[in-house]
């Protein structure tokens, strides 16, 4: 009964090769042959103040369950994946207002907010009721983005092997058996580092100069118009924060207003006698951190130069009406100016600009609009924008449903064709005159290729400005792109104020494993095992006869008596 | 739970091997050694057959079943037969009944090539999340490959070292030889050609492997039988 007694030696120096193989095959060895892998993105986590919100993990290992699961389960060791399209959004409340324990959750996005994937966002196939979506969504992610939620929070998009698990998922949970480590299923994987903390987020605001013409011998500085735009987002999901509207369609018009006057700007016989300031500021989710520190930056002279400043937000998505918001009151002779303006040209158009008037609480930290931080320096200012009303902080900041596809090219070019006309009249003294000087068909016309292709390129680049590093290719191909359009263009970075706080791992790879139970593991190891002992007596009985092995069991016994 | 199921299928590939060891007379009669030098040279057939295979055979992109290329292989295939002609008349052994001495090679030689052949994927396969019948299945190919390593063991020694034995059996002992050394490439057939799948191919190598065992244990028993 013991096979390993002699010939040791011989034994061992076959074992020695043994080993070493082994070794090496454990080194190099990687465990990753998931049955899928997907890439997901994780829920913004970030602290005000030390206040904790968003995703507070990262690392996610436990069994997937789906919606269907059954009342009363315990999901504490559960990844509920939940499609956008049978959200049940009171289930989700439920879950994140009273804290329940959860292992984590997984959304999964609709093909068409896949921002990479160009093919399917040009299909116009399946959502046919994007509006619902888009509410669906906002809803969500006013939830989720306001809460402290103790467990990794992941979008992915819906592609054919992550629904053809969801399906299998649904008919386990259909059954009544909820996957758990006993009863197998699918197991979902993400090994990420513990999210870090960003070291002072650097915001980057960018500024160009169209100087306008000196009349000799005038010692006065020219007046400046100032059009301003904040580029950054803030979205649920930072890796996903594209924000196509806001304000992708304002750094869109600001570009092309740019480009419009630098063509005009370039004959001096056209060279108006406005300084043209333009400039993309960051921070502006938060309380338009960016646009604050530009203007401090700025000397007196050249603030107290500035005629009026003109802040483009979100303009990519409406109908048949603007908003221009100011805090100055309306019966005030700049205001006034500058929407009478913007209103003839709008009736010219044909759409019509409504007034909103909002005070500036100074004691207040919230700056809804980008124009409060100029108005806080007593500079005539105004936001142009789709929105009627003031948004909330880190609202409507390019979320997760604010992408290329809910965005129309046509409104972005009329808003431009409004702005740009506006301010022309303003600087050739034309107001209340019906002279186009940017109309269709002239050298001047708006570009529709030009504000088409870089409202596509803003579609495919998050611009969460923590995540954004100093030189990051965005920023230099914004800044590059305004150089070609202006002069003297600057670069400043600043370091976000305040109470906000930051964590990295927006990304990560998904594995999706299909795991056996330990019940059948056991079951295994029970049925091998009881193979072994009928091989055994098996062989025992055919070559040695049964004696034998009922002598096998009867030698301890013998022994005992030996001894004793 | 996956180191477990690695476990599971280390004693479904391996477990075979140590009980038939541990309950035949092999144990007794102390053959170890034999074994220890029939998986030495089982090391060397293959890489003989390595190179071998690396000189003559060319790299198919697809998996599909190439007659010609097959047939190489399944020449090839009896550089086994030489290594295990080599085992069993070459090797010397201590006084070890031919009985023994065929069994011995066969369990030597069957392991050799279970190590060889599974003992990495199921080090790299089984310990991963991710469950496949694959290693169980593969596990009980393993069990097949014992089996037949001992009847064609059984039939070289048949072939090779019994000279007296009945001269009306012999070409049924050459046919069965042919059959068991062809195996690796009917499988090959069957998975390739046929477009079968592993359960269904393994299913059939556990049924060949039994018949086969049966076939040569009743050749190997009617030679016994004059001598006795």
Redesign the interface.
């Known amino acids: 009964?013991?096979?390993?007694?002699?010939?040791q030696p011989?034994?061992l120096d076959?074992m020695y090769s043994?080993i070493a193989l082994?070794f090496i095959?454990?080194a190099c060895?990687e465990?990753c042959?998931?049955?899928t892998v997907v890439d997901v993105y994780r829920l913004i986590q970030y602290d005000i103040s030390g206040v904790p919100f968003g995703s507070r993990l990262a690392t996610l290992n436990h069994h997937a369950g789906s919606l269907h699961f059954t009342p009363g389960a315990d999901l504490s060791r559960t990844i509920v994946i939940i499609p956008i399209r049978e959200l049940n959004i009171t289930f989700v409340k439920e879950y994140i207002t009273q804290r329940k324990p959860l292992g984590g959750l997984l959304f999964l996005l609709p093909q068409i907010f896949d921002f990479k994937d160009k093919a399917a966002s040009r299909s116009e196939d399946e959502v046919h009721d994007k509006g619902l979506m888009k509410t669906v969504l906002a809803e969500l992610e006013k939830l989720l983005v306001h809460a402290n939620i103790p467990y990794p929070v992941y979008f992915a998009f819906e592609n054919d092997d992550i629904d053809a698990v969801l399906s299998d998922i649904k008919r386990n949970d259909a059954t009544g058996q909820p996957a758990t480590?006993t009863t197998?299923g699918y197991?979902l994987?993400v090994s990420a580092p513990e999210p870090k903390r960003i070291a002072s987020p650097i915001i980057t605001n960018i500024q160009g100069w169209l100087p306008g013409l000196k009349a000799d011998g005038d010692p006065n500085q020219l007046p400046t118009i100032a059009i301003v735009a904040s580029y950054d987002t803030f979205g649920t999901a930072p890796a996903l924060s594209v924000g196509t509207d806001s304000n992708g369609s304002g750094i869109v018009a600001l570009l092309e207003i740019a480009r419009l006057f630098s063509l005009l700007y370039s004959n001096p016989k056209t060279r108006g006698r406005y300084n043209l300031l333009f400039g993309f500021t960051s921070g502006g989710p938060y309380n338009y951190n960016g646009t604050q520190k530009w203007l401090r930056s700025f000397d007196q002279r050249l603030r107290e130069s500035i005629d009026y400043a003109i802040c483009l937000n979100s303009i990519g998505s409406w109908d048949n009406e603007l908003w221009i918001h100011v805090s100055k009151p309306p019966e005030n002779a700049y205001i006034k100016q500058i929407f009478e303006g913007l209103s003839n040209v709008a009736n010219e158009l044909g759409f019509e600009v409504g007034l909103k008037h909002k005070k500036i609480n100074i004691s207040n930290p919230r700056v809804a609009w980008e124009h409060e931080q100029f108005s806080r320096l007593r500079i005539t200012a105004a936001t142009l924008s789709e929105l009627s009303v003031a948004p909330d902080i880190l609202e409507s900041t390019g979320g997760l449903s604010d992408n290329r596809y809910f965005v129309n090219e046509t409104a972005v070019i009329r808003s431009i064709k409004l702005v740009a006309e506006s301010i022309a009249r303003h600087i050739y003294s034309h107001q209340g005159e019906n002279i186009k000087v940017f109309a269709d068909d002239s050298s001047l016309a708006v570009n529709p290729y030009y504000v088409k292709s870089w409202l596509d390129i803003l579609s495919q680049t998050p611009r969460v400005a923590p995540f954004l590093s100093k030189n990051d290719p965005f920023v230099m191909a914004l800044k590059k792109e305004l150089e070609d359009h202006t002069h003297e263009v600057n670069v400043q970075h600043e370091a976000l104020d305040g109470m906000f706080t930051f964590y990295d791992s927006t990304k990560a790879n998904l594995?999706i494993?299909?795991?056996?139970s330990?019940t059948f593991?056991l079951l295994?190891?029970l049925v091998?095992?009881s193979?072994?002992i009928v091989?055994?007596?098996f062989?025992?009985i055919t070559?040695?006869g049964l004696d034998d092995l009922i002598s096998l069991f009867r030698r301890p016994p013998s022994r005992k008596v030996k001894t004793a | 739970?996956?180191l477990?199921?690695f476990?599971?299928c280390v004693?479904?590939t391996f477990?075979?091997h140590?009980?038939?060891?541990?309950?035949?007379?092999l144990?007794e009669y102390?053959t170890?050694?034999t074994s220890?030098k029939a998986?030495?040279v089982y090391l060397g057939t293959a890489i003989v057959k390595l190179v071998c295979l690396a000189t003559f055979l060319k790299v198919s992109e697809n998996d599909s079943f190439d007659p010609y290329q097959e047939l190489l292989k399944a020449l090839i295939g009896f550089v086994d037969v030489a290594g295990l002609y080599f085992a069993l008349t070459q090797l010397t052994h201590r006084n070890i009944s031919q009985n023994h001495k065929f069994q011995a090679v066969g369990l030597g030689w069957a392991f050799a090539d279970s190590?060889l052949h599974r003992?990495?994927p199921l080090?790299?396969?089984a310990?991963?999340?991710?469950?496949?019948w694959d290693y169980?299945l593969q596990g009980l190919e393993a069990n097949a490959n014992l089996v037949l390593s001992i009847s064609l063991a059984a039939l070289g020694s048949l072939m090779w070292l019994r000279k007296n034995k009945p001269k009306t059996l012999i070409p049924i002992i050459y046919a069965c030889a042919i059959i068991v050394a062809t195996m690796p490439s009917i499988t090959s057939y069957l998975r390739r050609g046929l477009g079968w799948h592993f359960p269904k191919v393994v299913g059939f190598e556990l049924f060949t492997s039994l018949v086969m065992a049966f076939i040569s244990w009743q050749l190997f028993s009617a030679c016994q039988r004059p001598s006795s």
């Open positions: 009964m013991s096979p390993f007694k002699p010939r011989q034994m076959s043994m082994v095959l454990v060895v465990l042959d998931a049955a480590a197998g197991k994987v594995n494993y299909q795991v056996a330990v593991d295994l190891l091998l095992g193979y072994l091989l055994f007596s062989l025992v070559t040695r | 739970m996956t477990f199921h476990f599971n004693i479904l477990g075979p140590a009980v038939y060891y541990s309950a035949t007379p144990s102390d170890l050694g220890v998986a030495l190590v003992l990495a080090w790299v396969g310990r991963g999340l991710e469950f496949t169980i």
